[in-house]
Structure formats: structure tokens, C-alpha cells
């Protein structure tokens, strides 16, 4: 059995775990981010203090062994004019709070009841039981406070950081310690990646983790956060914040030049790999164009997990 440990949030985090919840032999575990401030889960923070549910949400579906049905229910979000009430809510987030009340405000007892109702494939730890807010310093010198406004500023990252020291999840480190690989990505790299290891607990587990850390690289770039970044500016700015990397897996597909031209439109450009890279690339087939966008494919993913699982 090996030990699996998956560390970021968002759709790039549950991309990697829809991929490999499936591999026999491995005992998967997911860190997750609790400061996002937007949305649904911005919202349900400021009204009962509590660390953000959404990513975690998220992660919990994608292990899921559940029916589809049943995910689109708690993936479903209350349409509206005005996010007043229910109005732009999913109805996990909803649940995981409820459940929250019925356990005490134990957050961790929440996420247990959730996935024993969705019968996931794994274990999910918050990086932290904290309620956090992520700030950016920006290169020219100005503080971008909270993790929905981050991107929206539009400058050049020059840090993100906690306004004091934050406590760590200790099922999230004891996962660190006992891991034998350790995968970082896809996904925003200051807002879903880089709270994790910042969190000074979590960075120093993780530089002393016996693991393979695996970054899987993202293959375009975010506005707002990694605007005209190449795969060397990915890798420094993870170790800035914490995050000791062995092994960085790329993508080497072709994207269509009409795909490209679009995502140009959008201020996002081709993650490229110009040099300078002191660690092992690992480069492989991970990208799917359907409906012209550009994603990693889960099911390309786990071809590539298990070749490195192998090596474990």
C-alpha cells in the first residue's frame, strides 16, 4: 500500500484525484486550502466563522464513488438575481455547515459525514482548522488582502502570506510524514498551491518528508496571478513559499493554434519550459482540447501517477 498525498484546491486539485482515486494499492489523502474568501464560501465564513468549505466540497466529490446523480445535488448552486438567502449557494456547502452545527462546529467530523454519505475513495484533511485570510505583496509594494481579491488585482505577486502564524491540521501533517508521494497542482499557484506549505508546520513536514514531491505543472498561465510566468517562475515561486519539489511533471502535447489564440486573448499564454531547471522534467501526454479548452485529463494523469508510484 502506498501512501498518496495530494496537496492544492479548486478544480485542479480534483482533476489529480478524479484521475487516481481509482489505483489499486494506495491509500490517497488530500490537503486542501481553507482560505478561500469568495463566493458561496466567502459568504458562510463572515456569517459563522468558519474555515472555507468549497474546495474541500469539491475534493470530496471528486473521490466520490457515488452515483452522478447524487454529486450534481450537492454540486448544484441556487440561482437568483440578488445573493440574497440561498441565492448563489451550492447546496454542499449548505450541507457540510449543517453538518458542522450537528457535530459541534467540528468541521473535521463534518467532512467524515460527508464522506461516508458520498463513500469517497480516501481521506481529506484542511491544511488548517483556522479561518484565514491570504494576503499578496505585490512587487511594486502594495498588500492585496483576501484570496477572491488577489487575482483581481492584476499584479505581479511578489508573496502570499498570513497576518500571523498559522496552526496546522495535524492529520495533514502526519499525512506529510508518511507519505511516499507527494503531488502538488494543477491549479491557481498563490491561491489554491502556495497557502498550503506556507503554513510554517506543513513547509518544514514537508522538507523533511521522505516522498517523492511531484509538481504537476499547470500548462497555462492564470491572469492575476501568473501573468507571462514560464515553468522556472512556477517552480521558484512554489520553494519561496515552502513547497520542496523533486520532480516536476510538464505537459507534451501540441495545443492547437486556434486554442492558443484564444487563451492570448484572455492574457493567458502556454506555460513553456525556457531552461534553467535544476530538478528532474518529466515530460508526458496530459492534456485534453475537447470543447477548445485546454485541461488535464484525469484518466492521462493516472497513467503517469503510476509510473511514478512504481519508482516509490
Not at 514560464?230 to 516536476?248: G, M, Q, R, S, Y
Not at 492558443?260 to 492574457?267: I, V
Request: hydrophobic share 40%; proline share 3%; charged share 25%.
Amino acid at each position: 500500500m502506498k501512501n498518496v498525498v495530494v496537496i492544492g484546491g479548486g478544480h485542479g486539485q480534483s482533476t489529480i484525484v478524479r484521475g487516481i482515486k481509482d489505483i489499486e494499492d494506495i491509500d490517497l489523502k488530500c490537503i486542501v486550502t481553507v482560505a478561500d474568501d469568495g463566493g458561496s464560501t466567502g459568504r458562510l465564513r463572515e456569517l459563522y466563522n468558519i474555515p472555507a468549505v468549497g474546495d474541500i466540497r469539491n475534493v470530496l466529490l471528486a473521490m466520490s464513488d457515488h452515483e452522478e446523480i447524487f454529486n450534481k445535488l450537492l454540486d448544484y448552486r441556487f440561482e437568483g438575481q440578488d445573493e440574497k438567502d440561498v441565492v448563489g449557494h451550492s447546496l454542499g456547502n449548505l450541507i457540510m455547515v449543517a453538518l458542522m452545527g450537528l457535530n459541534g462546529g467540528s468541521l473535521m467530523s463534518a467532512i467524515k459525514e460527508i464522506g461516508r454519505l458520498l463513500n469517497v475513495k480516501g481521506r481529506v484533511f484542511p491544511a488548517s482548522l483556522e479561518v484565514l485570510t491570504l494576503y499578496a505583496k505585490n512587487i511594486d509594494g502594495t498588500i492585496t488582502r483576501g484570496e477572491a481579491n488577489i487575482p483581481k488585482a492584476k499584479n505581479r505577486i511578489s508573496e502570499v502570506y498570513y497576518d500571523h502564524e498559522v496552526k496546522a491540521d495535524e492529520d495533514a501533517l502526519n499525512a506529510i510524514l508518511n507519505a511516499d508521494l507527494i503531488i502538488y497542482g494543477i491549479g491557481s499557484l498563490y491561491t489554491s498551491i502556495a497557502p498550503i506549505p506556507l503554513i510554517k508546520e506543513i513547509g518544514e513536514a514537508l522538507k523533511s518528508s521522505k516522498a517523492k514531491r511531484v509538481y504537476f505543472a499547470n500548462c497555462m498561465t492564470q491572469q492575476g496571478e501568473t501573468y507571462n510566468y514560464d515553468l522556472k517562475d512556477h517552480l521558484e515561486a512554489l520553494e519561496k513559499h515552502n513547497a520542496k519539489v523533486d520532480l516536476i511533471v510538464r505537459h507534451n502535447n501540441e495545443i492547437p493554434r486556434d486554442i492558443l489564440y484564444r487563451y492570448y486573448a484572455e492574457d493567458s499564454i502556454e506555460v513553456l519550459n525556457n531552461g534553467g531547471i535544476d530538478i528532474p522534467v518529466l515530460e508526458r501526454d496530459l492534456l485534453d482540447f475537447s470543447n477548445n479548452n485546454v485541461r488535464h485529463d484525469p484518466k492521462k494523469i493516472r497513467t503517469v501517477v503510476e509510473e511514478l508510484l512504481e519508482n516509490c
